[in-house]
């Protein structure tokens, strides 16, 4: 068994694309943490379909190294601020936190925010300048940048005089210094020994505090945290304290209670992508343990006996900020792709994921068959809709909203982003001038290079919503954008989302050609010929301010008599199609975008066009 002193706990955090992962990847290869063939694997710590697809990193996930005698747990984190939640709630697994920082980016504004939690419990800071070989690279330049971030958090002496190495995860090597000569990836692992202290064991019996949690088919809930006293065994009886919901209004909560106290039927430790079976672990390492019916992130797993318990604070993570409304499929062609459909199933999908999801707030709608789900931002909501709809789900969701609150004087606010752009100076105009008809407020513009500049802006969260699509067309795809959630200000009143209206299907039926034909000098269409659809579907976007019911079911008809121009051939514009995040941005609060397995389609909330006329003429 390894002691205290010879365990090293360590979070990786990093901006987006910073070569975090990567970096990951080459100290398990450095350290023989991978067996034949996994270290073919690129980027392997993103297991999940999304995370490969997307290039990003969603979900936290512990992965350890044995070096020499030394146990080194590595926790890989989301670089992106929509999951920030999951970065929150693993600090308290670590000791330290190795920051990679991009040599020619500098800090970046996730970085930031990560790196401020940190600070703030305190955890030691060690830096890691990646990407040193990238053409324009300053790495000293981002030292000296790294060293104002941390200052201008409020950082501590100890915490301001962090170590550095510098590297290339992609090419794998490192050094002391970018003047030195190339050294292997080994020399991070010696640095991480070095310099990251053992963890601090709390005396009493045995608790760990789920940090994250994980499912099993055959093992059921399985809790992942770090011991923090005493020894944990395969076979011991643990007791399962949790707090109690918060209550609103800022009233106290009650103390935590026993949810259960069940058996440890597993004890799992982690090696490179793997887990093993242990007999025992003590304080200080990370385990996963199994056995317990119900588990809930933030939940204590304690001795039995009370009079050796420990019980540790309620895990609070930073609010949500944006707001969708999921609801039952209620078209008319629900059902037919699907296979979970009902209010019960998409209730009991929401609660399992608010138990992992530290960040997500779900409450009833205005109806049974609807739910308000609550998150940080259109990307967090988003990757929960594709995991749903990956999963057979069928459901409607709105278009997301921000969650304004009054202050003291009564006033409306509403949450700011602080966003930071770079992009070549070509543009720059182009991007100013979207923002500021976004509410956006230019704070600096400064060089990011030759032939770059870097934008730093205060915007309202609503003005991003599908903003990061329409950037990339303004700047020829040169452009890089992040936001963090600056706080909440003044709000600047409603604001017309979309410049033109839509064209509706006025009958259910199959879409022809001839119909399309005709149809498309109206406007651009999001349907291509041969596709079924039914009455208040939407089929294109109008080219004016208002909405048009069209029909696109018309076939052509035959008859006997020939003429001229009887045989034109029609050529259709191939449709617009648009992918789950900018299909959420695009529609209007009156509309819904209805999800299923295999279909996206976007639809008017009432589908009766009658009593859409009137509820307009009401409102009118």
């Not at 379909?49 to 146990?71: A, M, N």
């Not at 930031?112 to 419990?121: C, N, S, W």
């Not at 300053?138 to 030292?143: G, R, S």
């Not at 510098?166 to 050094?175: H, K, L, N, T």
Request: charge should be negative.
């Amino acid at each position: 068994m390894v002691a205290p002193q010879q365990i090293r706990n360590l979070a990786i955090i990093a901006h987006v694309d910073h070569g975090k992962t990567t970096l990951v990847d080459a100290l398990l290869t450095s350290a023989g943490a991978l067996d034949r063939g996994e270290g073919q694997i690129e980027r392997a710590m993103d297991s999940g379909d999304l995370e490969r697809e997307r290039g990003i990193t969603i979900t936290s996930k512990p992965t350890s190294v044995t070096y020499g005698d030394v146990r080194i747990n590595l926790v890989d984190t989301p670089g992106h601020a929509d999951f920030g939640g999951e970065v929150e709630r693993v600090l308290n697994m670590v000791d330290a936190v190795l920051v990679v920082v991009d040599a020619f980016e500098g800090p970046m504004p996730q970085t930031r925010f990560v790196t401020e939690k940190a600070v703030a419990l305190g955890l030691k800071i060690l830096l890691v300048v990646n990407k040193i070989d990238r053409p324009g690279a300053e790495p000293h330049k981002t030292v000296d940048a790294t060293f104002d971030l941390l200052a201008g958090i409020g950082a501590s002496e100890e915490q301001l005089d962090f170590p550095v190495i510098f590297c290339s995860a992609r090419e794998r090597y490192a050094m002391a210094d970018p003047a030195d000569e190339k050294g292997p990836m080994s020399r991070i692992l010696d640095f991480i020994v070095q310099h990251a202290p053992p963890p601090v064991v709390h005396e009493g019996g045995a608790a760990l505090w789920v940090s994250t949690l994980d499912y099993d088919p055959f093992l059921g809930f399985v809790a992942i945290g770090r011991i923090r006293s005493g020894r944990i065994s395969t076979g011991d009886r643990l007791a399962q304290l949790r707090h109690p919901p918060r209550p609103p209004h800022g009233e106290t909560a009650g103390p935590p209670t026993v949810a259960e106290v069940f058996r440890v039927r597993r004890l799992l430790g982690f090696q490179g992508l793997r887990r093993f079976e242990r007999e025992y672990a003590e304080a200080g390492d990370l385990v996963a343990i199994a056995g317990m019916e119900t588990l809930q992130v933030g939940d204590t797993l304690t001795t039995e006996d009370p009079t050796t318990r420990h019980v540790f604070p309620r895990l609070d993570v930073d609010p949500p900020t944006m707001t969708m409304r999921f609801r039952v499929n209620d078209g008319p062609f629900a059902g037919r792709e699907g296979k979970w459909v009902t209010s019960r199933k998409l209730a009991e999908r929401l609660e399992r994921e608010v138990r992992s999801n530290v960040a997500l707030r779900v409450s009833p709608g205005e109806t049974a068959e609807e739910f308000e789900v609550a998150g940080r931002g259109e990307l967090h909501l988003g990757v929960l809709i594709e995991t749903m709809r990956r999963e057979g789900y069928e459901l409607c969701v709105s278009r997301p909203k921000v969650i304004l609150r009054r202050n003291e004087n009564d006033e409306l606010e509403e949450p700011y982003e602080n966003l930071i752009i770079q992009c070549d100076q070509d543009y720059t105009g182009s991007v100013i001038e979207k923002l500021s008809q976004r509410g956006g407020e230019l704070r600096a513009m400064d060089s990011a290079g030759p032939g770059r500049t870097r934008l730093e802006l205060r915007t309202p969260t609503r003005s991003l919503i599908g903003y990061r699509s329409e950037m990339l067309t303004d700047t020829r795809g040169t452009g890089i954008m992040a936001a963090t959630f600056a706080g909440y200000g003044p709000y600047l009143g409603p604001r017309k989302t979309r410049p033109r209206g839509v064209l509706i299907v006025m009958e259910p039926g199959e879409t022809y050609a001839y119909s399309l034909g005709r149809l498309q000098d109206r406007g651009v269409l999001f349907i291509s010929e041969h596709v079924q659809v039914y009455a208040g579907q939407i089929l294109g976007e109008h080219s004016r301010e208002n909405d048009l019911v069209v029909n696109p079911c018309i076939a052509k008809k035959f008859t006997n008599i020939r003429s001229a121009g009887a045989d034109e051939k029609i050529f259709l514009t191939p449709p617009l199609e648009r992918s789950l995040e900018q299909a959420l941005a695009y529609i209007e609060d009156d509309e819904l975008l209805e999800v299923t397995p295999k279909s996206l389609r976007l639809r008017k909330r009432d589908l009766d066009h009658n009593r859409r006329k009137r509820e307009a003429k009401a409102v009118g």
